[in-house]
């Protein structure tokens, strides 16, 4: 890239244009404070190919946003006197809400990255209405938005994670199957009771925890990934060439409604067969711990780590019906991970949720079958990997979101 320099031009006399490159100036200079830490103003200056002048301009304004914060003196070189390094602020931070069939999850940061709050929490969304759901919400949001201030961080932002086809620009869910929820506007109604000046987002669960995987997770810097998400429902994110697939609609990512046996058995989505009834959250309690399968039961919604100790607990004691069955969901893992291999040529594929809760007894029955049905040769072949973010990828993801657009648009 090429770097861009703006001079001594004036705020009065500048261009639209002018505008638009400073602009990106901005957000170079905070992606490059991002990436190598904090630098001094003369660093930046000879790594970006920008003047010092220009630097030191754009770093006043980034002062003045509290975008950034001087730290230390660094040295660049052997000759002249040390400057003040320049570092990411942590005054400003984001937020993000998951919502999903049995939990809330909540993530707030600062713009280092750093994790200021972060829970999960048992939730029956299938027993709440739309408007309990989105009062839930409203609920969570506030709370978190109000720790980040108590702890000296200022909410620029909030994305919320759902399970389920999005418009991101609408605001709106057109469809979240396993919620019941049909064209809501989760944007603007959540955007209601909350200050004007906070953006509100909301976007794909999958889609988000595979930015999160991206930037912090364990494959993170991988410029061709697909993650998938193990809850209730099945969904994956794909990253391409370092940026994720949205699809023409922005409807990329509903996997887990691949058909995979089209005499299975049926979807929350009103098909049948879809592969995420084969390898989803409630196909391996059904088959394990048919006592605690979802649907049943009057009392408290178990968290799902809760459900998975216990199939844990059973595999442990090498329960010969809980041994197969999982072997069965790896296969199938397997099965639908080859045609996604297929599809999209990827390096590493990433298993979220429960998948990575039990990875050690799944990922050998999925790769085998990757192995067997990818076309890919066996050097390029990729391999399954399991996610250290836990149930809180798309919630992290989504603050993640905040924080992009806050370097992207510093302005």
Not at 245 to 268: N, Q
Request: glycine share 12%; charged share 20%; aromatic share 4%.
């Amino acid at each position: 890239m090429v770097a861009m320099d703006l001079g001594g031009v004036g705020p009065a006399h500048e261009t639209t244009d002018q505008l638009a490159v400073r602009r990106a100036n901005l957000s170079r200079t905070l992606r490059h404070i991002r990436a190598n830490g904090p630098r001094s103003r003369a660093a930046i200056a000879a790594a970006t190919g920008l003047h010092k002048t220009t630097v030191s301009s754009l770093v006043e304004e980034l002062l003045s946003r509290r975008l950034v914060r001087e730290t230390g003196l660094e040295r660049s070189g052997t000759a002249g006197r040390p400057g003040r390094a320049v570092a990411l602020s942590p005054e400003l931070g984001a937020v993000g809400i998951e919502i999903n069939v049995d939990y809330l999850a909540v993530h707030a940061c600062d713009l280092t990255g750093r994790t200021v709050v972060e829970r999960r929490v048992g939730f029956d969304a299938r027993r709440r209405d739309v408007e309990g759901c989105l009062d839930d919400l409203a609920a969570a949001a506030d709370r978190t938005l109000a720790e980040l201030a108590d702890h000296g961080v200022t909410p620029v932002g909030l994305t919320v994670a759902v399970p389920g086809l999005v418009d991101v620009a609408r605001g709106v869910v057109v469809v979240a199957p396993n919620l019941g929820w049909h064209d809501v506007p989760v944007v603007s109604r959540l955007a209601a009771g909350l200050d004007p000046a906070l953006q509100v987002g909301v976007d794909n669960d999958a889609n988000l925890a595979a930015l999160a995987e991206y930037t912090w997770g364990v494959a993170a810097g991988t410029a061709d990934l697909v993650y998938l998400t193990g809850s209730v429902g099945v969904g994956g994110g794909a990253i391409v060439d370092g940026r994720l697939l949205r699809g023409a609609d922005g409807f990329s990512g509903e996997i887990g409604h691949l058909p995979v046996e089209p005499v299975g058995d049926p979807c929350g989505c009103g098909r049948t067969g879809c592969w995420e009834t084969k390898v989803g959250l409630a196909e391996l309690v059904r088959r394990i711990t048919p006592e605690f399968a979802y649907g049943l039961g009057d009392g408290p919604v178990p968290d799902p780590r809760e459900r998975i100790a216990e199939v844990r607990r059973r595999l442990d004691a090498r329960d010969q019906a809980a041994l197969e069955a999982v072997a069965g969901i790896g296969r199938w893992l397997g099965h639908g991970g080859a045609i996604l291999v297929n599809l999209f040529n990827p390096r590493v594929v990433v298993l979220g949720g429960y998948f990575a809760d039990l990875a050690d007894h799944l990922i050998p029955a999925a790769q085998a079958q990757l192995t067997r049905l990818a076309m890919a040769s066996p050097a390029a072949r990729c391999h399954f990997v399991a996610s250290d973010l836990g149930f809180t990828a798309a919630a992290r993801g989504g603050a993640g979101a905040v924080i992009e657009r806050m370097i992207e648009v510093p302005t």
